[in-house]
């Protein structure tokens, strides 16, 4: 048996960070370290609700579970079933949407020595059943970290479909050469799903991301510049619809009037679904992919355009293992950078109070390092903590670098100069 430090949930708000043993693996399991993983709010929603969320079990009070579900880390001990396709001291990344056997149960909300708060963990033999345990070679932790969200990303642009008059069989994935609007976009998952419209094999020809907030369209149009779309045949318009009399009009016009092709909202905001389904253009498909807490959470919809226009509507939530690989080529090869998400970093002693605050800590995508011990600390504080501790005045540095984002160097640092556990 050996001992682990994780962040443990005993029911509704109620996190723990405890130090506890991990049994020995059986011949059908993985034991692994856990070096990174990023806090999502689905995460939040997990801990809100308590044993009321589907993935919890009922249980969790006697039976506490391991959060996190955006890890990465090393393995460190193959039992006897596995030893042809893992290897100790390899990296790995993992698909946590399981549906093994048609239960919801899934790390990060479920396990009781699986999760991705924690030092190490075990890897039952589900995972690498499903094949949602990859080895991954590339450089780093944090890429794999957020390969999980941005698998979500891709999923949700996998799942948009469009029709053809005359048959019943749909076209998947987005319109080729069309025109999207990503509503809500310029938080964390916004971001990355900018980044791989104007990257992935199937681009638009013209993306508008709207917000209502000036600080955060500027960031990303810093991160993710018109000048950088337009290399890769993407026209992209960032557009504030705070004070515009009418957005929607607006946002049309900028099509000719012809509406948009594949329309995504990244905010659940009443008005902005009802904005997205004015926007849509004949066989147009809305993906709402922002998931609310409010089950009763409703907006009007125009069902003469669904019936004469042939616009659709979906969501989307997670995504599968081939999304999760092809986050991980694309990030390899340099084609998507999921480290515009980040912008906080933290080590484990910050996990609980990260969550359990998580709708009001602005920004985006909050990052644990679980080997260390430091409080969530925004990217743009470096340089003020940089003037009296050394440690942060180095990541300052590092940051600048690299356009004011997290970046392996700074990665490397932190885990080479941080206070260990």
């Known amino acids: 048996m050996m001992k682990t430090r994780g962040v443990r949930m005993y029911g509704k708000d109620d996190l723990r960070l405890e130090e506890f043993e991990l049994p020995e693996i059986k011949e059908d399991e993985i034991l692994v370290k856990i070096i990174s993983d990023s806090v999502c709010m689905s995460t939040y929603k997990a801990v809100d609700q308590g044993v009321k969320h589907k993935r919890v079990p009922p249980d969790v009070a006697e039976h506490p579970v391991i959060i996190g579900h955006e890890f990465a880390g090393e393995i460190v001990k193959v039992g006897a079933k596995w030893k042809g396709q893992f290897k100790e001291g390899s990296k790995f990344a993992q698909q946590p949407a399981l549906n093994y056997k048609g239960s919801p149960y899934s790390p990060g909300y479920s396990y009781r020595y699986f999760g991705g708060n924690a030092t190490y963990g075990i890897v039952p033999q589900e995972v690498m059943e499903l094949g949602c345990l990859l080895n991954y070679d590339g450089e780093g932790f944090f890429p794999v970290s957020l390969a999980e969200p941005m698998s979500c990303i891709i999923g949700g642009f996998h799942a948009n479909y469009h029709t053809k008059s005359g048959s019943y069989k749909h076209e998947m994935g987005i319109v080729e050469g069309g025109n999207m609007a990503i509503l809500g976009g310029a938080g964390p998952m916004g971001l990355g799903a900018i980044d791989y419209a104007i990257h ?25 510049t018109p000048e950088e779309a337009s290399k890769n ?30 329309v995504y909202v990244y905010a659940p905001v009443e008005p902005l679904v009802e904005q997205a389904d004015k926007l849509l253009g004949h066989d147009g498909c809305l993906n709402f992919f922002a998931g609310p807490t409010d089950k009763a959470f409703c907006a009007k919809v125009n069902y ?16 599968n293992t081939d999304d999760l690989i092809e986050a991980l080529e694309m990030t390899s090869k340099g084609l998507i950078n999921p480290a515009v998400m980040i912008t906080h970093v933290g080590g484990m002693n910050s996990v609980i109070d990260t969550v359990l605050n998580l709708p009001n800590i602005p920004g985006g995508k909050k990052l644990i390092y679980n080997t260390i011990d430091m409080e969530l600390t925004a990217l743009e504080d470096f340089e003020e903590k940089g003037k009296t501790d050394e440690l942060f005045k180095a990541l300052a540095e590092i940051t600048k670098k690299h356009n004011g984002l997290w970046s392996l160097e700074a990665e490397e640092y932190l885990l080479a100069h941080g206070t260990k556990i």
Do not use: M, W
């Open 200 to 224: 992935c094999d199937r681009k638009p020809k013209f993306l508008v991301v709207t917000d209502v907030d000036d600080q955060r369209l500027e960031r990303a149009k810093s991160i993710i």
């Open 233 to 262: 045949g993407v026209e992209l318009k960032y557009v504030n619809t705070k004070s515009i009399e009418d957005p929607v009009a607006y946002l049309l016009s900028l099509t000719d009037n012809k509406g948009y092709d594949d």
């Open 304 to 319: 003469y355009n669904v019936h004469y226009a042939a616009t659709h509507i979906i969501g989307s939530t997670g995504g």
